[in-house]
């Protein structure tokens, strides 16, 4: 991903926010609040567990009635419980028309109609931050016939009302007339549907989309199951779209296609010369693809860059000619969507990791003549120097592994971990050994596809694979604010 965005800042697992605000509250009579159980339930829904407890979960959308209906699997319990999922957050202060409208709320118990369940709906403010995030807290009752050797699986759906976000500094649906397009990265998925928003959690997704206005295309994996990707990874976008086939990867099977809109061909063509082969060399090197049989670039009409929607990511129509970006975005169902980011601080492991992988797939496919190819690593070199002599804050792994989500991926996004992340790889590769290093990522995807790691993490694992401590390279490269001398890890 390479976006611009405006910092904000925000803690992602807020336990003790400065500010709540109960905006709705069903039956509060009924409260099951106080029970230990339902209690530690909550905390892992908020973010204090492992993984998140949600199995699946199935999403429908109503394109032109801007309506959804979301469908969340969990194991039943002897005890109450309490789903929370974000609904929302904006720039501002006030929370008209910020986030969803919820509707209904029900449990798929097998009832006519499903049985309607509890929910609060309650705000967070955090004074000296813009965004005001809402949360929404379904009560789901213990399950009588709970039998511990034979779990069953509940179905809690959820309907709602989302806006068109276009012409507001918001992030969400955007809806442009000619063509629209979702976009929620960092922390704004519950400004589309209901999600959990730290990206350490993954559930297996699926969505559909209705009413699609005629004469246009929706791009979305229709009828794939997503396998644990982070929330911000759903989006579809809609247009008239053409689809160009690239080819089909050997032997992975995968169909790489670039869906480009009216006067976009040519820009298209030019910027993915390079992706079905990139794409390829990415599961003959790294590991088999998760995200469906079918991916490829979606033009959309935004100016923030690139964004790793897999199984189809979004380019903006200014970096749909580039086969830099084409290939980062892709190499992201490896990177930061295949293996999740473990604490924001771990920003690095997402994008220096693929920015690296971006560079080596190029010269491994790509014409050397090529200044796409050839000079990969002079932009880098430009990129580099450009955001060390601007005033950003210079540590590419903030906390180093000592602290999680205790920094705002807001304020990390300049093209310091992208940057110093992916000269960290270089000289660690010019240390074991190019194959070995690739070979290090292959073992570690393999060993953490569909959960959360974190950059200490794969340290430890390049050190178990190479015999070679990155520690001191790591440390110099992306715990220090300066760049090291040095191009070759010591």
Not at 201 to 216: D, E, I
Not at 269 to 291: C, H
Not at 388 to 409: E, L
Request: aromatic content about 12%.
């Amino acid at each position: 991903m390479r976006v611009e965005i405006v910092r904000i800042g925000l803690l992602f697992v807020m336990v003790a926010p400065l500010a709540c605000q109960v905006d709705e509250r069903v039956d509060p009579q009924r409260s099951r609040r106080d029970r230990p159980e339902a209690a530690a339930v909550r905390q892992v829904a908020m973010g204090l567990g492992a993984e998140s407890w949600i199995k699946s979960i199935n999403l429908e959308f109503d394109v032109v009635g801007r309506s959804g209906t979301g469908a969340y699997s969990i194991d039943n319990a002897p005890w109450d419980q309490l789903l929370d999922l974000d609904i929302g957050g904006a720039g501002a202060t006030d929370l008209d028309g910020v986030g969803l409208n919820i509707t209904s709320v029900k449990l798929l118990d097998g009832t006519p109609g499903g049985t309607p369940l509890l929910y609060t709906i309650a705000s967070w403010l955090d004074p000296s931050i813009a965004p005001v995030f809402r949360r929404l807290s379904i009560e789901v009752p213990a399950d009588p016939a709970y039998d511990e050797y034979n779990p069953q699986t509940l179905v809690v759906q959820v309907t709602w009302i989302f806006a068109d976000q276009s012409g507001t500094p918001l992030r969400g649906f955007y809806d442009l007339g000619t063509s629209s397009y979702t976009y929620t990265w960092p922390y704004y998925c519950g400004n589309l549907f209901p999600c959990t928003m730290s990206p350490r959690f993954g559930s297996l997704y699926s969505m559909t989309l209705r009413n699609v206005p005629a004469g246009q295309t929706a791009i979305y994996p229709e009828g794939v199951v997503l396998g644990d990707p982070p929330s911000y990874m759903l989006a579809f976008a809609i247009g008239a779209y053409t689809t160009e086939p690239l080819g089909t990867t050997v032997p992975g099977g995968t169909t790489v296609n670039v869906y480009y809109l009216p006067g976009g061909k040519d820009d298209a063509i030019k910027g993915t010369k390079y992706l079905k082969n990139a794409f390829q060399y990415f599961e003959n090197s790294l590991g088999t693809y998760r995200f469906g049989p079918t991916a490829g670039t979606v033009q959309v009409a935004h100016s923030a860059g690139g964004m790793e929607h897999h199984p189809f990511w979004h380019l903006s129509s200014i970096y749909l000619p580039s086969p830099e970006m084409n290939v980062h975005e892709s190499a992201h169902g490896w990177y930061g969507n295949g293996v999740r980011i473990q604490c924001q601080e771990d920003f690095v492991l997402s994008e220096g990791t693929v920015s690296y992988l971006t560079a080596v797939a190029l010269e491994a496919v790509g014409d050397a003549s090529d200044p796409w190819v050839s000079k990969i690593w002079d932009r880098y070199k430009t990129r580099l120097d450009n955001v060390m002599s601007s005033g950003v804050a210079k540590i590419a792994w903030p906390g180093g592994g000592t602290t999680c989500d205790q920094y705002d991926v807001g304020a990390n996004f300049t093209d310091i971990p992208y940057m110093k992340g992916a000269f960290f790889f270089r000289a660690l590769a010019k240390r074991v050994g190019t194959p070995a290093l690739i070979s290090a990522l292959s073992s570690f995807y393999w060993a953490r596809v569909g959960t959360a790691a974190g950059m200490q993490d794969l340290l430890d694992h390049i050190k178990a694979a190479t015999l070679y401590d990155p520690t001191t390279c790591a440390n110099d490269w992306l715990k220090s604010i300066s760049v090291p001398a040095y191009d070759t890890c010591p």
